[in-house]
């Protein structure tokens, strides 16, 4: 992984989390324990604060920025899809935000929400707590059910299961 100090504010990785060695932390970024920091992931806090919660997934190619004065705070047991981008926003905990979705500055999504792959959460905009969303710009589809809400669990405890795996038994070749 690559630590970069910026202005005296740097960087801090719990124990029990993997960041691969081509992810890039910049700055005042907090990240809490058993989470999975995937390949070509940047997580730039050069502005402000960015903040990940425990056993939270940030997949391949993610970017997270903060925006002058305006923290970034990702929850816990959120998964947070290949190639996403998440600008400035707030994502509550056991959210999903799917693979390729860009989520706009203040933005929130809420407790359980899932924002569907290619959506785009516009700046401001707010995502309730246990709906499905999609779509540009995204919109509420329906509520998630207790079926859904399993599927996605089983998928947080699959990463979890893949954070112990990396952390024991990851060799570089």
Not at 8 to 34: D, F, M, N, Q, W
Not at 89 to 116: H, P, R, S, Y
Not at 123 to 131: A, N
Request: with cysteine; aromatic share 6%.
């Amino acid at each position: 992984m690559s630590l970069y100090s910026l202005e005296g504010r740097k960087p801090g990785v719990a124990a029990g989390t993997y960041v691969s060695p081509a992810a890039h932390l910049i700055g005042e970024v907090r990240i809490g324990t058993g989470c999975w920091i995937g390949p070509g992931a940047v997580i730039r806090a050069d502005f402000a604060p960015i903040t990940i919660g425990e056993y939270t997934a940030i997949e391949e190619n993610c970017v997270v920025h903060s925006q002058p004065g305006t923290p970034c705070r990702i929850g816990d047991s959120v998964t947070v899809g290949h190639g996403a981008i998440i600008h400035g926003a707030l994502v509550d905990d056991f959210a999903t935000v799917g693979m390729g979705v860009v989520v706009g500055m203040e933005a929130k999504i809420g407790k359980w929400a899932i924002v569907g792959e290619g959506s785009v959460v516009k700046s401001r905009q707010e995502i309730p707590p246990e709906k499905i969303a999609a779509g540009v710009p995204a919109k509420v589809l329906r509520d998630l059910d207790e079926e859904r809400k399993a599927f996605w669990m089983n998928g947080k405890r699959l990463y979890r299961e893949l954070t112990r795996r990396y952390l024991e038994g990851l060799q570089l070749l």
